[in-house]
């Protein structure tokens, strides 16, 4: 599997890659890929989001420079910025013989191995997606399938600015708050090793070989075979 750093971008280019990289797919012209980077500040609503759960007015978002989007992913209201692993597997789920229910406990199983190895012991809450330190939402996920591709899907949260959750409701959850490494272990750790980990349990969950390639290499790649829907 294809892994992409893409460091930070700003989430409306991202999406647009995104997009790109399913219809790729699809057709066969790439393969299973993984999009890894951190966003400029913005806060995102998923088809089903209440608007309401965004607590901050217009004004005092642009002031703390938090761009919004609506997307098509599932989920409510959350937020991305820098410190924020983001991670955007483009998969085809047949190939892999998943479901989208077992796609996402897949997901949550890397994020929860990969806090393991800083000493976060994490749990899964019932009926509601994440990985979650107690009453803490450590990690976000949110995805959409398409023609059996996946895209959109995870934010852990290394070391972001805390204070900008203030601005919502996450997730739409009322009875549980937002935590990070940082904020666990009293340290930031370096973003380079928390990815590491992320890949190397990725590749472990899903039973893929993981390797580093630029965008340019990755969009030059032979084609592999177009995708049954």
């Known amino acids: 599997m294809a892994v992409v750093h893409l460091g930070v971008e700003p989430y409306g280019p991202a999406l647009e890659l995104q997009r790109r990289l399913v219809a790729l797919r ?25 608007p309401g759960h965004i607590l901050a007015s217009p004004e005092a978002l642009a002031r703390a420079g938090i761009a919004v989007h609506r997307v098509e992913r599932g989920g409510d209201v959350t937020y991305h910025g820098p410190g924020q692993l983001v991670g955007y597997p483009i998969v085809h789920l047949p190939s892999l013989g998943l479901g989208a229910s077992d796609y996402m406990h897949h ?5 929860a191995a990969a806090l393991a190895e800083w000493g976060i012991a994490t749990q899964r809450r019932t009926g509601v997606i994440g ?13 959409r399938v398409s023609k059996g591709v996946t895209y959109h899907g995870f934010a ?14 996450p997730c739409g959850i009322t009875d549980g708050g937002v935590t990070s490494i940082s904020q666990e272990l009293g340290t930031a750790p370096p973003m380079a090793g928390v990815r590491t980990q992320v890949v190397r349990h990725f590749g472990e969950r899903f039973g893929a070989r993981m390797c580093t390639v630029t965008l340019e290499a990755l969009l030059a790649a032979p084609p592999t075979h177009a995708v049954a829907d």
């Open 26 to 50: 699809q057709e066969g012209r790439i393969g299973d890929t993984l999009l890894l980077l951190e966003h400029d500040p913005v806060i995102t609503l998923g088809r089903r989001a209440d």
């Open 107 to 111: 997901l949550e199983d890397v994020l």
């Open 131 to 143: 990985v979650w330190v107690g009453d803490n939402k450590i990690a976000a996920l949110g995805v």
């Open 156 to 169: 852990l949260n290394v070391a972001p600015n805390m204070d900008h959750w203030a601005t919502i409701i």
